[in-house]
């Protein structure tokens, strides 16, 4: 299966999860967590971003409001790395899998994370800044002009991260087996202890679907043969990409069930196969069980 190929699959894929999006849960009532004011984002109709110009270096909370059904993602730009030089490689190495794109991409940013949000469903997000130049965009526009540019700077907010449940991502495109489960809502913390990008899906097993049947599909899909998913989209939740060694945090609510946990962010070294393909899947339970 050529590269293009398996970059169309995972952009559609994308996109089905992407019309199927549960939202992230309203903004919680646990109160100690905050300690710095949230950063306000609005994403409008035309998808373009609006928020503070300069933002407090340390653990920041995102809320994000949308007029639209968005994937909010926080982005580190290298030194002289262009948002039209972004877009392009986006362009080129997301979307139709073209290998040198998608390294030069990789090389110049540095991806925190970010949270979907959709109409009366504000999406929360959790994220560590270091001082410097960042953009902000919701990634389903990808004109240069959807880059957004903020600064870091001043003092430190002096809050910590959120603790919760934690989904982690381990060696280069593993999963970590545990938790077994999770609450049905709350705050999910994503922690990348792996040397790649990766982003969460998740989606809930379609009913006597088991982990059998995911790494059937998955199989299939790598032959071109892809089926019907053994999973329901419409109950799924979408993390945005997060890089090497970093944590984010994001809160969720999905109906009680078990869920499918993939990532299909693209492996250069490996032609742009999906990190699904290499085995990047698990199964997960929701509600119903502790949060070991
Ligand atoms: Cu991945």
Sequence with gaps: MSARTLGALAASLTLVVGGGLVGAAG?????????????AVTIDSSRMVTM?????????????????????????PAEG????????????????????????????????????????SP???????????????????????????????????GASMPTGPKLKAVQSTKWAGKPASIPKKGLLTFKNFSDSNHFIVMAQM?????????????????QGEEGPPPMNFRNSLDSAVLGPGLTMAFDYSLPKGTYGVLCFWPDASMGGMPHAFMGMIRTIKVGGGGSS
């Design 27 to 39: 903004a919680s009532t646990d109160t100690s967590r905050s300690q710095a004011a949230p950063v």
């Design 123 to 157: 999406g929360t997000l959790w994220v560590d800044l270091a001082v410097g130049t960042y953009w902000a965009l919701d990634v389903r526009n990808e004109d240069a002009s959807a880059f957004v540019p903020f600064t870091v700077a001043g003092a430190d907010t």
């Design 52 to 76: 503070p110009a300069t933002v407090q270096p340390g653990v920041n909370e995102f809320e994000v409001t949308s007029a639209k059904n968005s994937s909010f993602q926080v982005v580190q």
């Design 81 to 120: 790395y262009t948002p039209e030089q972004a877009a392009a490689d986006v362009k080129n190495g997301l979307n139709k899998g073209k290998i040198k794109a998608l390294k030069r991409f990789e090389r110049n940013v540095t991806l925190l994370g970010g949270a979907t949000a959709k109409p009366g």
């Design 206 to 222: 379609k009913k006597g679907k088991t982990i059998k049947d995911l790494r059937a599909w998955v199989r299939a899909a790598m």
